[in-house]
């Protein structure tokens, strides 16, 4: 893995790009972003080209440091997880003692650190000894979700790098391109994918996405029918996924989106969900185009309201009922 194999994220492999020629690399660095962006890829990518004999614009690929980072086994980069549910104040001293001894092949020694975020406060205050008074070598990459999660202190000694989303767009033609998904499935998956590549790439091997989707269709089928009795059976599919109730609905909004788009415009190359453009067509006999737009404002509804703590089932049997007097 090098900068030239990293998609999406050009801004921020330019900066490091430009630190590694320019030798202006910083002691610390906090890498803020979802999980699944690309924060590890670019650090290991980064590490990768401090290190390297041969570096030009990337790793050469073939020096000895590099095939020791290819191989996971290079003395002078430390990848350092969670224990359990937080990073201890323990692993930050063992860090420290290992960062007393300089570096063994190159000028830098590198900690990865993942899921920063999840240090507790003694080991961030341990680690902040270190983030004040650095050895010359030491580079300290700290993976997190949210850079607010660190003491003000961490952060002011570090350089803060925002990973940002990318657009569906871009997603969908890196997939059919790259990856060589159809039109239909690229386009599916990067809807889903909340503009995290690593996602929609996860999604594609995912079984359980598959079987949630097409469980979230058959629940809107049965729904339209109109029958009260349905719409109380299938609160039950939707307490079996209440930890993943958010994604539920966005796929419920993104179909009636569709539905919209299909009844605006007569034409299906919009549609997010064009492999199953023919269940839309169906759909679009049994439902007035005037009801679409409150339907969605009631899911977004009940968005909030569960966000807000209302109680789940009230809130998903409203939703429903509502759903199908509209």
Known sequence: MGFNDIIGQEKTVNYFKRAISNEKIAHAYIFEGPSGIGKVAIATAF??????????????????????VNGNNHPDIKMIEPEGKSIKNKQIEEMQQDLLRKPYEGNKKIYIIKHANQMTVSAQNRLLKT?????????????????NSFLPTIKS??????????GQNDIEQILTSKYGMNQEEGRVLAAFSDGI???????????????KREETIEVIENVLKK????????VEFFQKYKDD?????????????????LIQTGSDKFLINMDKKNT???????????RIGNIINIIE????DIKANVNFQLAIEMMLLTIQEV
């Not at 029958?227 to 299938?234: C, E, R």
């Not at 958010?246 to 919209?260: G, K, M, Q, T, V």
């Not at 509804?301 to 909030?304: E, F, L, M």
């Open 47 to 68: 590490a990768k080209g401090i290190q390297c004999k041969n570096y030009h614009e990337d790793a050469c690929n073939i020096c000895i440091s590099c095939l020791k």
């Open 131 to 147: 983030l004040e008074e650095p050895p010359q070598y030491a580079v300290i990459l700290l993976m997190s979700a949210n850079s």
């Open 157 to 166: 000694r570090c350089q803060i790098l925002k990973f940002n989303r990318m």
């Open 197 to 211: 590549l690593g996602k929609a790439i996860q999604l594609k091997e995912s079984d359980v996405f598959r079987i």
């Open 227 to 234: 029958d009260p009795l349905v719409a109380f059976d299938a």
């Open 245 to 261: 109730i958010n994604e539920i609905l966005d796929y419920i909004l993104f179909w009636f989106r569709d539905l919209l788009m």
């Open 280 to 290: 839309l067509q169906k759909h679009r006999g049994h439902i007035a185009y005037e």
């Open 301 to 304: 509804k009940t968005k909030n």
